[in-house]
T-cell receptor, first 112, second 114 residues
Framework: RKEVEQDPGPFNVPEGATVAFNCTYSNSASQSFFWYRQDCRKEPKLLMS???SGNEDGRFTAQLNRASQYISLLIRDSKLSDSATYLC?????????????FGTGTRLAVRP | DADVTQTPRNRITKTGKRIMLECSQTKGHDRMYWYRQDPGLGLRLIYY???????NKGEISDGYSVSRQAQAKFSLSLESAIPNQTALYFCATSAYRGRPSKQYFGPGTRLTVT
């Protein structure tokens, strides 16, 4: 089993749609969770951290379910500019310090 | 100006050649990382450094070496390049805050080994 698993997609949705991505992680001791966004051939950029109680940033909502070992990202009112690959990122092992493990990404395409 | 820069941005080299990729940062971060990205495999950690005197292997360090010349500079070398090292390479930085924190990535170096 991969340490961090994501559905690769692509998710093809119309503008204005709501779309959700899930990600599962293998180590129940994982401490920190993030969603990064990566545009084609560009560097990954932090979209948002994921907190235990869930958190929202504008149209984006992140949730953590420790019991089931998954995190989710919900995008409401999708924009064309949301088209990108979304990377689920986990600090798998707290003893490893800042080391992060990246999922392979879920590709989102928002159409007019 | 970008906070994390990488040079070169693109490089084509031949099998067996030694090549160095350079990373510089102006963020004042103590921690730096080198990753490679391949289609379908995501980002994989090659080496990381938590300060100038600290170098650690990541999950795929074979065939690579690094040098942390200063807090702001972290170089990745391919001693004898081979075609399966063709990939997109990213440098990243972070600041220690007692728990894993945001990493800032450079723009990437696209390396092709023929």
């Amino acid at each position: 089993r991969k340490e961090v698993e994501q559905d690769p997609g692509p998710f093809n949705v119309p503008e204005g749609a709501t779309v959700a991505f899930n990600c599962t992680y293998s180590n129940s001791a994982s401490q920190s969770f993030f969603w990064y966004r990566q545009d084609c051939r560009k560097e990954p950029k932090l979209l948002m951290s994921v907190y235990s109680s869930g958190n929202e940033d504008g149209r984006f909502t992140a949730q953590l379910n420790r019991a089931s070992q998954y995190i989710s990202l919900l995008i409401r009112d999708s924009k064309l500019s949301d088209s990108a690959t979304y990377l689920c990122v986990v600090n798998i092992d707290a003893s490893s310090g800042d080391k992060l493990t990246f999922g392979t990404g879920t590709r989102l395409a928002v159409r007019p | 100006d970008a906070d994390v820069t990488q040079t070169p941005r693109n490089r084509i080299t031949k099998t067996g050649k030694r090549i160095m990729l350079e990373c510089s940062q102006t963020k004042g971060h103590d921690r730096m990382y080198w990753y490679r990205q391949d289609p379908g495999l995501g980002l994989r950690l090659i080496y990381y450094s938590f300060d100038v005197k600290d170098i650690n292997k990541g999950e795929i360090s074979d065939g690579y070496s690094v040098s942390r010349q200063a807090q702001a500079k972290f170089s990745l070398s391919l001693e004898s390049a081979i075609p399966n090292q063709t990939a997109l390479y990213f440098c990243a930085t972070s600041a220690y805050r007692g728990r894993p924190s945001k990493q800032y990535f450079g723009p990437g170096t696209r390396l092709t080994v023929t």
